[in-house]
Each structure stands twice: as structure tokens, then as C-alpha cells.
């Protein structure tokens, strides 16, 4: 089931997805050759803390960290570690934060230093496949056209796109229902409704789609090795069309 959210409630999810946009512009301004991706966890669960909420996905199904940091061939949930960042590495940054009772949650993909042009292409891709299944979080619209939107840029530009890990619902939980794939059919799948709060998240490889968990249990890999890129933002479907809630500042 489907929770719609009164305005009251999409205020209170501002709310949480403003202290994660704090937290992910200034996790982004750290990122640089030389630091570590623990020493940016650890900023993160700072920062939201100082502003009176909780890391999110600390403790969230035994998740042992309060940010996620997947570099390259990482997809997402990578663990933080002694992990030096260097020239050339793209670094995926996704946060969440619980402030009274609602959660918020976005992500982002960076470049540490000077990357290749296929990297810049494929945060490119990526990033704009995000803004375009974001304009048709609409009323009226049905789920699979978020879902075709990102697959049909992301396939047009020659990568592919995660099928294993999709967005989801979000509010007084991290993740409730509905389910959204990064592939689909347009026209397809339940209708979008005023009120429903989503997070909506491309993961796009450079090569294939499949995936490979590490021994930790945690981060997604690519089979091939080759580089993907993750960016998530939680909005809100208003009658007047969506409004991204954890828009970086
Ligand atoms: N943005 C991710 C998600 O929605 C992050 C979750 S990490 C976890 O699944 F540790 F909380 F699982
Ligand atoms: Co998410």
C-alpha cells in the first residue's frame, strides 16, 4: 500500500531532506585526493547530528555506517574505510537523515580530481536521467514512466541501468512502497497520486547491468569492474507537479 502524505507531513520530509542536502553539499566540498571515505562517514554523522537528527541508515538492517560511499566499480551501500581517495576517482555519496519521525534521503556521484571523459559522461547521463523521470512525477502519470525515462537516457547514451537495487516510497519509513525500477515500460504500472513521496534513484553502469556483491554483504559491484554512478533525490507529487525536496543548496 501506497502511504499518501498530507502537506503537513511533505513539510516535516522537507524538513529531513534539507538537513541531507546540507550534509551532502558539504560531504561534496571534502571530496578530495588524499581524504579517506571513513573520515567523510564520520563528518556526515556530525553534521546531522549538530542539527538535532539521526543518520539514517545507521543501524538499518545492521548497516554499520551513517553514509554510503561507493567508488567506481562500486555501485552502492560502500562501506567507509581507511580507503584513500585519489585523481580520477568518482565517489557515489548517499545520505539519509531521521528528523522527528520523517526521513530524508538523496545521493550523489563526484569526481575526485580530473576523470576520464567516459566518466564525465556517465555522471552526466545519469544525473540528467534523475531530472527527467523526476518531470514525470506528475498526477495522472503512471509509475513506469518514471521508471522508462531513465532507462530510455541512460540506454540512449550507451550505458545500462541497475536492475537489482531500485528507489522507493519514503516518510515515517525509509523505504515503503511503491517499489521503483530503473526500467520499465511507459504507461505502465500504478498511477502517480498527489501526496505520494518518492525516491527516485538511478544506478548506471558503464558496461553491463549485472552486479556482484562483495564478502562484506553490503556493496554492490559491478560484474565487469567497470565504473557506475548513482544519484537519488526524494520528491514530493503535488497537483502542481513534483517538487524535489532534497535539492542541494
Ligand atoms: N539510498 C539507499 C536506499 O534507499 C541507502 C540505504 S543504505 C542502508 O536503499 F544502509 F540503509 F541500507
Ligand atoms: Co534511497
Not at 100 to 113: I, R
Not at 126 to 148: C, F, K, M, P
Not at 182 to 196: D, H, T
Not at 201 to 229: C, F, H, Q
Amino acid at each position: 500500500m501506497v502511504i499518501l502524505k498530507q502537506r503537513s507531513e511533505i513539510d516535516k520530509i522537507r524538513a529531513s531532506n534539507a538537513i541531507v542536502a546540507e550534509v551532502l553539499v558539504a560531504l561534496k566540498e571534502k571530496v578530495k585526493e588524499g581524504i579517506t571515505t571513513r573520515q567523510l562517514d564520520r563528518l556526515s554523522e556530525e553534521l546531522v547530528l549538530k542539527k538535532g537528527a539521526k543518520p539514517a541508515f545507521k543501524g538499518y538492517r545492521g548497516y554499520p555506517f551513517s553514509l554510503c560511499a561507493s567508488v567506481n566499480d562500486e555501485i552502492i551501500h560502500g562501506l567507509p574505510s581507511e580507503r584513500v581517495l585519489v585523481d580520477g576517482d568518482i565517489i557515489g555519496l548517499d545520505f539519509g537523515a531521521c528528523y522527528k519521525g520523517y526521513y530524508g534521503d538523496a545521493a550523489l556521484t563526484v569526481p575526485v580530481g580530473t576523470i576520464s571523459p567516459e566518466a564525465v559522461r556517465l555522471l552526466q547521463a545519469t544525473e540528467e536521467s534523475l531530472v527527467l523521470a523526476i518531470r514525470e512525477a506528475r498526477v495522472g502519470n503512471r509509475l513506469g514512466d518514471i521508471s522508462a525515462a531513465v532507462q530510455g537516457h541512460v540506454e540512449t547514451a550507451g550505458f545500462s541501468v541497475v536492475r537489482d537495487f531500485v528507489g522507493h516510497g519514503i516518510g515515517r519509513n525509509l523505504h515503503e512502497e511503491p517499489q521503483i525500477p530503473n526500467y520499465g515500460v511507459q504507461g505502465r504500472g500504478i498511477k502517480l497520486k498527489a501526496g505520494m513521496v518518492l525516491a527516485i534513484e538511478p544506478m548506471v553502469n558503464v558496461g553491463s547491468y549485472k552486479i556482484k556483491m562483495r564478502p562484506d554483504g553490503w556493496t554492490a559491484v559491478t560484474a565487469d569492474g567497470k565504473l557506475s554512478a548513482h544519484f537519488e533525490h526524494t520528491i514530493a507529487i503535488t497537483e502542481n507537479g513534483p517538487e524535489i525536496l532534497s535539492r542541494l543548496q
